[in-house]
């Protein structure tokens, strides 16, 4: 899943640089509001720990209500109007919260109500983009570019909380909120500047009569299930989802409150967490090929349980004590992108087109699916345990992740080969596998 030796680098290629670009900038975005949403519902609107709790299900619950039915139907149709449009949607949701704040009219059912029209259109996004990638690109070079676009995720994460927190500073949170409302228009303007797809040579490609939502959904569903390496790796990143979901749910709320970090510090603590992520991304096929896929993968889920467990024991504030949560952050975030990136290629690369979207959107339910529930225990474990307690048990807890990777077959394998993918999308295209357990088994698993 490494770039052939020889090949031009992607930002030389057209298409790729815009859809580089219009990822890039929205991303930025996203991170602006990562910090200025649930500070506007803490400072401004003076939200209690179960109201963040709500405000951080909100975002993801979309992926659990609507996730299978989108994939199934983006392998129906083309991807690219979908990602213009879910940008524009987005775009236009945001800015309402500023202008509400400015006619002095803002309210936690409206931070809600928003937070839950972004979150829907994010799964359009999401979904249509992973499944929009290996036309633009190729699949021989899907790990190279991942890990390109999670090297800007992960230096918007950088750059982009320690923006926000500065600017919060000097202006207010709903105000910085608008600025991820234009990096929206602007990411749909790159994607216009992208070429027409062609809907997926899928269910409508058959000769027999076009499959109900429900079975083509099924079909999706059960290549996850029978896939030796989806199966666990999708497993794992519930656990992770769930438990990193129930400490997020407190987490501004216990550098402000137990803390007592300003927008400056919480800014700097996310930034240097955001840098972690930067380094685990730019080094993710490095230390694949040093260490094995498997046991990078065991060792990429154990570190937010590390990091967070180091959170959950500092107290006060003091250069020291921000430094310490900094650090924290970093360990905590380093081997997030190692993880992403291995697995959303590898299953990228394996998958056929037509069923990509399907396959897509099954990971991403069950997984965001549980960041939902996470952030709903995490608000509810916040206003009964106290927030640290809720940071310490959540830390314990994800290291289930780690524990089940390591118990798995995964521990063993040392790289995730593309030539079963080649030939599972050879016996795909050519014979339009319907049986589940064929399926299965012509797309085999790692060696």
Known sequence: MTAEAGKSSLFRQRNFLLLWSSQSMSLFGTQLTYVALPLTAVVILHASPLQTGILGALTTLPFLLFGLGVGALLDRHRRRPVLIAADAVRAVALAWIPIAYALDMLSISQLFAVAFVVGTMSVLFDLAYQSYLPTVVGRPRLMEANAKVQVSESMAEVAGPGAAGALIGLLSAPLVIAADAVTYVLSSVAVLGLPADDSPAGDQGRTDATPSLWTSIREGIDVVRHHPVLRWCTAAAVLANLFESALLAVFFLFLVRDLGFGSTEVGLV????????????????????????????????????????????????????????????????????????????????????????????????????????????????????????????????????????????????????????????????????????ELSESMGGPR
């Open 270 to 437: 996310v930034a240097v967490g955001g840098a972690g992520a930067v380094v685990g991304a730019l080094f993710v096929e490095r230390l694949t090929r040093l260490l094995g896929a498997g046991p990078m993968l065991v060792a990429a889920m154990a570190l937010p349980g590390v990091g967070y467990l180091i959170l959950g024991s500092v107290h006060g504030a003091s250069a020291w004590t921000v430094g310490v949560a900094a650090t924290a952050n970093f360990v905590a975030l380093f081997g997030l992108p190692i993880f992403n990136v291995t697995v959303i290629s590898f299953r990228q690369v394996v998958t056929p087109d037509r069923l990509l979207g399907r396959v897509n959107a099954t990971v991403r339910t069950f997984a965001w699916s549980a960041l939902s529930v996470g952030s709903l225990i995490g608000g509810a474990l916040g206003s009964t345990l106290g927030l640290r307690g809720t940071v310490l048990l959540s830390a314990c807890g994800g290291f289930l992740a780690s524990l089940l990777l390591f118990f798995s077959p995964l521990r063993g394998v040392r790289r995730l080969d593309e030539d079963e993918a080649a030939k599972a999308e050879a016996d795909a295209d050519s014979a339009h596998l319907t049986d589940t357990e």
